[in-house]
């Protein structure tokens, strides 16, 4: 009787999960990766652009390590676990998300358009688990701090990102970008996300938003750089960001190919009512090419190269070289 009760509760929770997530995949979602550095908050500008549309969820995350900084009484973990944005702790992270939220929303547009939802989650034995404040606007847009527990950041955020699903996880850049293999067995957090994580993938960094130039779309003509090139460049207009094209020809006589990849492209996105700012080509090594034209952008946008894991090791992988070597943010589409 008890295994049969257990079950009708655990298919009531899977099936109210399921409503929940086929829900959230009708929205934009963006998951926000905060660790207080400069690039953080640059990945952060950069969803604050697509903050005000109705459509558009953002989800600040900071994930602190087990028991870390807890060595205190029950009371306080109580009174933590009942408003995080009054914890009087001097935990890792919260003023990270609380950055963040000011410079998302005012105080005073919070007070007027916004309720709050505290939620409490038991994990890994932890004293306080992981919890995160939901607000929701009057309009159904949300924006959620969440302080999540994990033995490590990078396995924190990519368990996070199953229970979301999201359309894009933003992160800072690391101070120092690895190959590939080495990443695998000694990277960044930032670099296992990007090589793990199912989705698209920000890699921001300081400079981005300077540049100003918009988006450098990439494209080869494949039809997965012209399904990321569509995906990015309505991305690209509901920012607000002026859109330039780039195909790459690795010498002169590939330059007609080239020319019919871009023409190609803007008649797709002619298609569906997206203007281009300009169209360029590049000559030469199509990762060099396309860092040096890209460095004068505020975002450089090139599709993942959509082959199995173990197949990046044996196949030069351009998307993950050139979010090592630009000196602006990188989105890898996926």
């Known amino acids: 009787m008890f295994g049969l009760k257990k079950f009708h509760h655990d298919s009531v929770f899977q099936a109210e999960l399921a409503a929940v997530r086929a829900e959230r995949r009708k929205r934009f979602r963006m998951l926000v990766c ?18 005000d549309h109705e459509d558009c969820d ?9 028991d870390q900084g807890l060595r205190t009484g029950g009371l306080q973990v109580r009174v933590a676990r009942e408003n995080m944005l009054d914890w009087g702790l001097e935990l890792p ?20 358009h916004w309720s709050a939802v505290v939620t409490h989650t038991d994990t890994w034995g932890d004293p306080l688990g992981d919890n995160k404040v939901e607000y929701r606007h009057t309009s159904g847009k949300s924006i959620v701090l969440k302080l999540k527990t994990a033995p490590d950041p990078a396995s924190g ?29 000694g990277a960044s957090v930032t670099q296992k996300v990007a090589m793990l994580a199912p989705c698209s993938v920000l890699v921001a960094r300081g400079n981005g938003s300077a540049n100003g130039k918009g988006h450098l779309i990439c494209t080869d003509g494949t039809k ?9 460049a309505v991305l690209a207009q509901f920012s607000g960001e002026p859109i330039t ?90």
């Open 245 to 334: 094209l780039f195909a790459v020809a690795q010498d002169n006589e590939e330059i007609p190919l080239a020319e019919r990849v871009l023409e190609k492209a803007s008649e797709m996105l002619a298609k569906i009512d997206i203007a281009i700012a300009d169209a360029q080509i590049g000559i030469g090594e199509p990762v060099e090419q396309i860092v040096r034209a890209g460095n004068d952008y505020s975002v450089i946008a090139v599709a993942d190269s959509g082959r199995a894991f173990l197949q990046r090791f044996i196949v030069k992988n351009t998307s993950f070289s050139i979010m090592g070597n630009a000196k602006t943010s990188v989105l890898k589409i996926r």
């Open 93 to 112: 992270g919260i003023n990270y998300l609380k950055r963040g939220l000011d410079m998302l929303v005012s105080e005073e547009d919070m007070a007027v």
């Open 34 to 51: 905060i660790d207080g550095s400069d690039a953080s908050y640059e990945g952060l500008r950069f969803a604050a652009k697509l903050a």
């Open 224 to 232: 997965n750089s012209l399904d990321a090139m569509r995906r990015d």
């Open 157 to 185: 955020i990519l368990d996070q990102y199953e229970l979301g699903p999201y359309n894009l996880m933003i992160m800072g850049a690391p101070s120092i970008w690895r190959g590939e293999i080495r990443a695998f067995f």
């Open 58 to 66: 953002i989800i600040l995350l900071y994930v602190r390590p087990i």
